[in-house]
């Protein structure tokens, strides 16, 4: 349909590789719906479809895959809503990193600990983003989720959230997340932020998705793997990265196929199981399709372990 015969709040729909939008720059097509109101989000999520936030903790197959993908726009970015108050509604791509700035200009305390995750708002509540200093979840009241074509709110209490996790409805779009942080002052923010800063400082700087595995109970993926001599280990443009072992670097031309060999060499060295921490898209084992809310309309189809 030409766009001018679309109504203003269609989505604006384009094919894209799916690497331009992820952070360790891997990955096939898709076609990519961004939306800026909630009705085209409800238009974009009538078929089989994924999200994708900041693209962070992601890795795309070469293949890049079948279902659209919905992405929230700029009418979803704004983070003028958080003031001195410390208690607001904001939209799901609100990026983290300009989020964390205002709290601490505002000075407010309760999102330290996620200081130097370039995450979405939204992304950030899925995976309950955090460090050991504090996780999205500490500050998090309630979000309002598109679930089968209609706005919901759900307390923050009923997500489920847990290490690196969270039990969202399948086939749920957080829309908007309402924080409260806790009045404190620019200095003291800073001063908590300097300790998280100091635990990040090994961290690589190259194009990456965060950690590749989570910890496991009572260890770190990154000194098990450290500790297994796999630092440098390199897999076509992949590589475990030098500074931090549980960081797989792209060196400039890694494919989807050279990073799941680099980790299934990884999990085949290291004596204790690894969980994968990454969302993955279009490969076996990956995360499950959201089912569209039509033709159904009464009630949802189960999702599939379909990757
Ligand atoms: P994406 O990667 O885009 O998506 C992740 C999952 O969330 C997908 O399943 C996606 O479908 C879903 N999703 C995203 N947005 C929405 C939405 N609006 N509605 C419904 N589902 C949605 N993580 C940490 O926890 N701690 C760290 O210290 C940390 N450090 C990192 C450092 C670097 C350099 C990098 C690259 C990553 C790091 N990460 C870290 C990983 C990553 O930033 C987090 O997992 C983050 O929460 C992902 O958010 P995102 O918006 O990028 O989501
Ligand atoms: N270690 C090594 N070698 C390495 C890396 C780490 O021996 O190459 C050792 C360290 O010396 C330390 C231990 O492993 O004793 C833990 O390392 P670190 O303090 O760097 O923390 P981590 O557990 O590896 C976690 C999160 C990070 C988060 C940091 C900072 C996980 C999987 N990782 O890393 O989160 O930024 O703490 O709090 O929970 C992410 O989830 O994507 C992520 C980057």
Not at 88 to 108: D, E, I, N, S
């Amino acid at each position: 349909m030409p766009a001018a015969e679309r109504a203003p709040h269609d989505p604006a729909i384009a094919r894209l590789a799916l690497a331009s939008l992820t952070t360790l720059k891997v990955g096939g097509e898709a076609e990519v719906w961004t939306c800026e109101s909630d009705g085209a989000v409800r238009d974009a999520t009538r078929a089989d479809f994924r999200v994708i936030g900041g693209g962070s903790n992601l890795l795309v197959g070469d293949g890049g895959v079948p279902e659209r993908v919905v992405r929230l726009g700029r009418a979803y970015a704004d983070a003028r809503a958080l003031d001195a108050n410390g208690d607001a509604w904001l939209g799901a791509a609100v990026p983290l990193p300009g989020l964390v700035r205002r709290a601490r200009r505002l000075g407010l305390s309760g999102l330290e600990g996620v200081l130097g995750i370039p995450a979405q708002l939204g992304g950030a509540v899925v995976m309950n983003a955090g460090t050991r200093f504090g996780e999205i979840g500490d500050a998090l009241q309630e979000v309002e989720l598109m679930l089968d074509g209609r706005v919901e709110r759900v307390p923050a209490a009923d997500l489920g959230l847990g290490y690196r996790r969270s039990a969202l409805p399948p086939g749920a779009v957080v829309l908007r997340a309402r924080l409260r942080l806790t009045p404190s002052t620019p200095e003291r923010v800073a001063q908590a932020e300097a300790a998280v800063d100091a635990a990040r400082r090994g961290q690589p700087k190259a194009r990456s998705a965060g950690c590749a595995f989570k910890n496991p109970p009572g260890d770190a993926a990154g000194r098990l793997i450290d500790a297994a001599g796999l630092k440098g280990l390199r897999v076509g443009g992949a590589m475990i990265a030098h500074e931090h072992a549980n960081f797989v670097v792209n060196l400039g031309d890694a494919t989807a196929a050279d990073v799941v060999l680099l980790l299934e060499r990884v999990r085949a060295t290291v004596a204790v199981p690894l969980e994968i921490e990454w969302r993955r898209w279009g490969l076996p084992g990956g995360e499950a399709t959201a089912r569209g809310w039509d033709p159904e309309p009464v009630g949802r189809r189960p999702a599939t372990d379909e990757g």
